[in-house]
Nanobody
Framework: QVQLVESGGGLVQAGGSLRLSCAAS????????MGWYRQAPGKQRELVAA????????KYSDSLKGRFSISRDNTKNTVYLQMNSLKPEDTAVYYC???????????????WGQGTQVTVSS
């Protein structure tokens, strides 16, 4: 069983920054990566970024690369998403997921956090 708890969301003005955290607990033996997704109202959930368990491999949504950065601290079992130069269109619920990176593709599992709301005002 895997538990994921996100934190760090909130209200920020356009151009601002936020850092999301995802604390993981439980066994992820069969999973080799973590990912951040987001879902805006009326839209499908989309992959934002993913990172391998050793942090050596990262993957980003092409549209977000350069503004968002994923990292992890395995001593704290925590994955981070640093979001800079935020735009109103980044407003969404952000979810953490435990999954797999196979080559350049991230495959999500059924292990999701509860989500954290990010709202960017113009």
């Amino acid at each position: 069983q895997v538990q994921l708890v996100e934190s760090g969301g909130g209200l920020v003005q356009a151009g601002g920054s936020l850092r999301l955290s995802c604390a993981a607990s439980g066994s992820t033996f069969s999973l080799n990566a973590m990912g951040w997704y987001r879902q805006a109202p009326g839209k499908q959930r989309e992959l934002v970024a993913a990172i391998s368990n050793n942090g050596g491999t990262t993957k980003y949504s092409d549209s977000l690369k350069g503004r968002f950065s994923i990292s992890r601290d395995n001593t704290k079992n925590t994955v981070y998403l640093q979001m800079n130069s935020l735009k109103p269109e980044d407003t969404a619920v952000y979810y953490c997921n435990a999954g797999e990176l196979r080559g350049s593709r991230y495959f999500f599992s059924n292990y999701w956090g509860q989500g954290t709301q990010v709202t960017v005002s113009s």
